[in-house]
Structure formats: structure tokens, C-alpha cells
């Protein structure tokens, strides 16, 4: 959880396709071990980081022209929504497990 929620901060710092594939292997390593009710936010938030790393890698070999377009973004929107409801689940889930 911790690691996913720094993305929006670490993800646009590098921005090395190894760094962002190394970021994918271990979103995709979560989806995989979700439980289902999760299922959908993890692959949600699988499905921002590849996205993000299509377009970043298409912003970058675009730059070699006359007029490179605006960086790429995450959407940390989106992200945050989906991070929000796997904190909750996990509130919910593990509060009175103490």
C-alpha cells in the first residue's frame, strides 16, 4: 500500500521505461494476490500505470521533433480514488483484527 501510494510522487521523477516496468511488474504482482473485492481498484490502478508508460515512452521518442507536445501525467485522480478504496476495505477489514 505504501508503495502505491507514493506513484504519484516517484512515477514523474524518473521517468526510465526500466524504473516504470519495475513499477508495473509490482502492481501487477498485487492484482495477483488481491483479494476479489479489490480485484477491480488494483487492476484499475495497473491499468493508469501502463497508460502512463505508453505515454510516456510516445512522448519521448516524439521529442526528437519540431514541436514536442506537454509531458505525460498519471492520473493521480484516479489513482487517489482507487487508493482510497482499498484503504477503506482494509480499514474495514483489519480494524477489529487488533
Not at 524504473?19 to 508495473?24: A, C, I, R, S
Not at 482507487?82 to 484503504?87: A, K, V
Amino acid at each position: 500500500m505504501v508503495t502505491l501510494s507514493l506513484l504519484s510522487s516517484s512515477l514523474p521523477v524518473s521517468r526510465r521505461a526500466e524504473d516504470l516496468q519495475q513499477v508495473e511488474n509490482q502492481v501487477r504482482t498485487s492484482l495477483e494476490s488481491a483479494p476479489p473485492a479489490l480485484a477491480s481498484h488494483y487492476a484499475r490502478i495497473q491499468l493508469l500505470v501502463d497508460s502512463y508508460g505508453e505515454d510516456l515512452t510516445a512522448y519521448q521518442s516524439s521529442t526528437a521533433g519540431p514541436a514536442p507536445r506537454e509531458a505525460p501525467r498519471l492520473d493521480n485522480a484516479a489513482l487517489e480514488e482507487s487508493l482510497e478504496q482499498i484503504r477503506a476495505w482494509l480499514t474495514d477489514t483489519c480494524q477489529d483484527r487488533r
